[in-house]
């Protein structure tokens, strides 16, 4: 507005010549001219005119607000360009490397590709903008730059397709790995149900078995069978909990826990991963890692597991895992509840051979830088090394003892043979005396002496127990390393023999003016468990009677003060036992009769399986008596019911 104006405006003292002059002079809406116009009164309309001027007024105020603010963008825009321009170039100039800038750009664009939740990626990006304001050399930037490396070498969007060919896979199974028939059995049965649903999640297997047996290694054949990565976690001695949830990431050297380096390492979001040895977790002052591996190994929850180095939730729901134990005793039953068990007994002496012939042989032959053409093992040598040479549950030391056999032939072949053979004549000469002999029955009926059947870690075996009566003042006396439960059952033995004195011509005071002595060969090794009830009990009814027990009669179980014979465990390993040291009758509880089916075929036909229910059944079979013979429910032959049809009792000992 001109000077001369605004002033005359200023000065005028007409209210009327007033408005009109300032209407005239500002620009104003046609809308509000007119609806000044029709207001009538000076002093009306100068009131509208003060209020059209005010909220003009108003909106100039916030344009200019709004302009400023534009303009202190654009400056800020300009500022942190042109600084970030000097940064770049003060970098150069001192030879710092990479440009964070450009870097942190670079891990936003990765932390964007791998499609993480909003949550997770917020957090990501948050941590990669850090590096702008932070020096390339300092060393937050290098804890940050390995943390956010890290992250991105976890395979959040990557899996494998699985192999949904039944047939393949059970022919890769059963190439890799001779017998293992429920396992086998397990991961058929995993691989059908993933056909008909492909989202299904939470498979969780526990392989169980003493050592030597296969476990570890069956891992790798599943992993290869299905198609899938394969990760290997060997927790034996494992004490920290965070070697399972991992370190927090503002520790020195701190790093993710070994599910997360599983996954880093299989590159895949759905692998098999083996924990080993799940049996073997430790605790300390640093954290319980067998509570930590709850969550990993509860389908319910590991669709989110959580590693504290990370900090972002990575889902575990496809990971097929597959643990590993000696012994399910020193697990914890919430842990242990979590799986699903699969038993892996001792390898049969059969299936030792088949595996040393198709598996161990070519494989050290190999190993060795030998072939077949130049050495030949022959089957009466393979045999003589697993009953002479080994005594265990697996196979290792039968593939070290074939090892050894390689190495001297080695040595043979390079000092000028052509050809080595190995026969169970000459296989001394490679792998020195017989370490062990093999168990043999006794030349004749004895008194006072049963062959009694055991479960060790490395198969069953044979174990005699002795009793001798003398003259004395009713004292019990045992010996052999036998532990308390043994003992126990050595006492109920005592009270069921006597109230079954008359029966066997017993004399009915002979706790009162007897000693007994009970012993259990080698006794430098220690003996327990309760399936040595019925052995006892026979060995004592033959001492006090003067009764010989047939030296081809072994037998197992437990008994009650009342007679009954109760089941035990580990029939597969005593039955082995038997046929090996020559038996020709066991005497068996009669809820284990179901376990038949389980028995090497060969040892059913050369052993006769009698079920018991009371000891009476056990005496008549064992005891060596003119009028011995056996119910009529006892002769006829035993009947493996089906599946279907079994109705399974506890099995009482371990």
Not at 102 to 116: D, N, R, V
Not at 226 to 231: F, P, Q
Not at 538 to 554: E, I, K, M
Request: proline share 4%.
């Amino acid at each position: 507005m001109p000077k001369d104006l605004y002033e005359s405006i200023i000065t005028e003292e007409d209210c009327a010549r007033l408005f009109d002059k300032v209407v005239f002079n500002i620009s104003m809406k046609v809308e509000d001219k007119q609806a000044l116009l029709e207001t009538n009164g000076v002093l009306q309309r100068i009131k509208l005119l003060i209020s059209m001027i005010e909220n003009e007024i108003e909106i100039m105020m916030t344009e200019i607000e709004i302009q400023d603010q534009v303009r202190e963008s654009i400056d800020k825009n300009q500022r942190d360009y042109y600084l970030r321009e000097q940064l770049r170039a003060i970098s150069r100039q001192l030879g710092d490397g990479d440009d964070p800038v450009e870097e942190c750009e670079e891990y936003i664009e990765k932390i964007k590709a791998l499609k993480l939740s909003e949550e997770s990626e917020e957090k990501l990006v948050k941590e990669a903008e850090k590096l702008r304001r932070m020096s390339s050399s300092s060393q937050e930037s290098a804890v940050l730059r390995t943390y956010l490396d890290t992250v991105l070498s976890v395979p959040f969007n990557k899996r494998t397709k699985d192999k949904l060919n039944i047939e393949s896979v059970e022919k890769k199974l059963d190439h890799d790995h001779y017998g293992m028939k429920k396992v086998k059995e397990r991961i058929l049965e995993t691989l059908s149900v993933r056909a008909l649903a492909p989202d299904v999640k939470g498979q969780i297997i526990c392989l169980y078995g003493p050592p030597g047996v296969g476990k570890t290694s069956i891992g790798r054949s599943i992993a290869e069978a299905l198609g899938r990565k394969y990760a290997r976690i060997s927790l034996g001695g494992v004490h920290d909990e965070a070697e399972i949830r991992g370190h927090r990431k503002t520790y020195v050297g701190a790093m993710p826990g070994r599910i997360v380096k599983a996954l880093t390492q299989a590159k895949s979001m759905n692998p098999v991963i083996l924990l080993d040895e799940i049996d073997k977790m430790g605790n300390d002052y640093k954290g319980d890692p067998s509570s930590a591996m709850l969550e990993v190994l509860d389908a319910e929850q590991n669709n989110a597991f959580v590693d504290n180095y990370l900090e972002v939730p990575i889902d575990l729901s496809e990971v097929l895992f597959i643990t590993t134990a000696n012994d399910t005793s020193t697990i914890p039953a919430p842990l242990l509840d979590r799986m699903e068990i699969i038993e892996l007994s001792s390898y049969t002496r059969e299936e030792k051979f088949n595996i040393a012939k198709k598996h161990l042989v070519p494989k050290q032959l190999k190993k060795n830088g030998e072939s077949s053409k130049t050495l030949k093992i022959s089957d009466k040598a393979l045999y003589s090394i697993i009953d002479s040479y080994t005594r265990e549950a697996g196979v290792r030391k039968l593939e070290r003892r074939i090892g050894e056999i390689c190495r001297k032939t080695a040595k043979k072949l390079v000092s000028g043979e052509k050809e080595v053979k190995v026969t169970d004549a000459n296989i001394e000469e490679f792998l020195g005396v017989k370490k062990y002999k093999p168990e043999n029955l006794s030349a004749h009926d004895e008194v006072g002496l049963v062959n009694g059947l055991a479960w060790t870690s490395v198969g069953g075996t044979m174990l005699p127990l002795e009793v001798l009566v003398l003259d004395g003042t009713g004292k019990t006396e045992f010996t052999g390393h036998l532990g308390d439960v043994m003992k126990e059952s050595a006492k109920i033995a005592v009270s069921l023999t006597r109230s079954l004195a008359e029966k066997y011509g017993i004399d009915p005071n002979f706790h009162k003016d007897k000693d007994i002595h009970v012993h259990a060969p080698e006794g430098a090794v220690p003996k327990d468990g309760p399936s040595a009830g019925v052995t006892l009990t026979t060995a004592l009814v033959s001492a006090l009677s003067g009764t010989p027990v047939r030296r081809d009669v072994a037998m197992t179980g437990e008994i009650t003060l009342r007679g009954k014979v109760l089941p035990i465990g580990g029939l597969k390993e005593k039955s082995m036992a038997a046929y090996r040291a020559g038996i020709k009758t066991v005497c068996i509880p009669i809820d284990n009769v179901p376990d038949l089916e389980e028995i090497d075929e060969k040892v059913k036909e050369n052993i006769r399986f009698v079920p018991a229910e009371n000891i009476a059944t056990v005496l008549e079979t064992a005891l060596v008596r003119e009028n011995c013979t056996l119910a009529k429910s006892e002769k006829t032959d035993i009947k493996i019911p089906k599946k279907s049809e079994r109705v399974r009792k506890p099995v009482l000992n371990a």
